[in-house]
T-cell receptor
Framework: DSGVTQTPKHLITATGQRVTLRCSPR?????VYWYQQSLDQGLQFLIQ???????AKGNILERFSAQQFPDLHSELNLSSLELGDSALYFC?????????????FGPGTRLTVT | DQQVKQNSPSLSVQEGRISILNCDYT??????FLWYKKYPAEGPTFLIS?????DKNEDGRFTVFLNKSAKHLSLHIVPSQPGDSAVYFC?????????FGTGTRLTVIP
């Protein structure tokens, strides 16, 4: 158990809809990262938050947004969903701001867009 | 542009034998590399890392080798056990995130 929790585990929704994925980092970790893993792809970095502030952006679509709340949990909002958004979405956390040496991953949310 | 590449999507090995998982990278600025292991329905978990100042790092049955001139690293698992069956990702840190390979699915046959 990494200490990172993600809800829900599975989500099935229709095209055009909007969903919210939730992540709670490990106790004490200030950075939260979101990754997307599509079929047969590696994990693609979407966005990082550090202590409530957006720190870095990766390949995140404009239809997607995220935020980190004062209690450090984070939400990833996906809107105007398309079939191609079906993927595993992982949240990871780390202690520091330059959080690349070791990240702890949650179990992921599997999103299916029909 | 895939900066970290794992060209073998799958590997099958007999229990007790050596498993060798390979990874190539394109960015010569990478100075640290990590291997993650992922079981179904779980997130990736950190396995072992190596700094570019070393060419080898060993942790129990797991050894990672780094060849900087070839921009290549490999993970050796000896002896392989059925519980090692998982997807293995290599990764390298960028400024703010990890760049992951596409993973290699290892199956250890009892």
């Amino acid at each position: 158990d990494s200490g990172v929790t993600q809800t829900p585990k599975h989500l099935i929704t229709a095209t055009g809809q909007r969903v919210t994925l939730r992540c709670s980092p490990r106790s004490g970790d200030l950075s939260v990262y979101w990754y997307q893993q599509s079929l047969d792809q590696g994990l693609q970095f979407l966005i990082q938050y550090y202590n409530g502030e957006e720190r870095a952006k990766g390949n995140i679509l404009e239809r997607f947004s995220a935020q980190q709340f004062p209690d450090l949990h984070s939400e990833l909002n996906l809107s105007s969903l398309e079939l191609g958004d079906s993927a595993l979405y992982f949240c990871a956390s780390s202690v520091g701001r330059e959080g690349v040496s070791e990240q702890y991953f949650g179990p992921g949310t599997r999103l299916t867009v029909t | 542009d895939q900066q970290v590449k794992q060209n073998s999507p799958s590997l099958s090995v007999q229990e007790g034998r050596i498993s060798i998982l390979n990874c190539d990278y394109t960015n010569s600025m990478f100075d640290y590399f990590l291997w993650y292991k992922k079981y179904p329905a779980e997130g990736p978990t950190f396995l072992i890392s190596i700094s570019s100042i070393k060419d080898k790092n060993e942790d129990g049955r797991f050894t990672v080798f780094l060849n900087k001139s070839a921009k290549h690293l490999s993970l050796h698992i000896v002896p392989s056990q059925p519980g090692d069956s998982a997807v293995y990702f290599c990764a390298a840190p960028g400024a703010n995130n990890l760049f992951f390979g596409t993973g290699t699915r290892l199956t250890v046959i009892p």
